[in-house]
């Protein structure tokens, strides 16, 4: 039984990020019911698509879709595609600005 904690939780896309005792993280989509932040969860080892984990301490089911699977770094629950890290305009000088 693998054990993970969630990290990040989006409830808005019904996303979550978890991190397994291995150190790496995951990105799962709940399919009803999103656990809460820091809840302790036991399931299946990480796999791309359906899994259902139990959380430790109440024994409450989640069913998810593991989307993307394995991560060193922690992903975003919400991806925007083109998101860069600076903000719009960030760099860009007004016209009349001094260079």
Excluded: Q, W
């Excluded at 959380?55 to 991806?79: H, L, Y």
Aim: charge should be positive.
């Amino acid at each position: 039984m693998h054990k993970y904690r969630v990290v990040e939780r989006s409830a808005e896309e019904s996303r979550l990020t978890i991190r397994c005792s291995g150190g790496r993280y995951h990105l799962t989509r709940a399919l009803s019911v999103l656990p809460e932040v820091d809840a302790r969860l036991e399931g299946d080892k990480p796999h791309l698509g359906f899994g259902i984990l139990r959380c430790s301490k109440t024994g409450a089911a989640f069913r998810v879709i593991f989307e993307s699977i394995g991560n060193t770094a922690m992903p975003s629950p919400n991806p925007v595609p083109g998101a860069t890290d600076r903000a719009p305009g960030a760099g860009r000088r007004a016209p009349g600005d001094a260079a």
